[in-house]
């Protein structure tokens, strides 16, 4: 159920303004471009190059990095927002975000 993890990830220590813009975008399926796939691929590649040649460990950025790359590789509109990332979730999960209904594919 979206509304009861967005819920509780709101009360607790996960909570930030980003979560709740982006998730609630992601309930609605809203994909309207405020920040797009590609930009925010392009900013978490090199992020995760530079923590690299600095020998810093970064392993969310890393698996972010790989999720938006696959967003990249496997979605029709990289131009959509970012939190359009979710198909690639729901495409793994046979699921639609906001709704109990499986996916035909």
């Known amino acids: 159920d979206p509304e009861l993890i967005y819920s509780t990830i709101c009360a607790s220590a996960g909570f930030s303004k980003i979560f709740t813009n982006r998730a609630n975008t992601m309930i609605a399926r809203n994909f309207a471009t405020r920040g797009t796939i590609s930009i925010l691929h392009k900013d978490l590649k090199y992020a995760?190059?530079?923590?690299?040649?600095?020998?810093c460990i970064l392993p969310l950025g890393q698996a972010a990095n790989s999720v938006f790359q696959i967003g990249l590789n496997t979605l029709s509109d990289p131009s959509e927002d970012f939190s359009a990332i979710i198909k690639v979730y729901e495409s793994w999960m046979n699921v639609l975000?906001?709704?109990?209904?499986?996916?035909?594919?």
């Open 48 to 55: 995760v190059e530079k923590a690299n040649e600095l020998e």
């Open 97 to 105: 975000v906001g709704t109990e209904t499986k996916t035909d594919d």
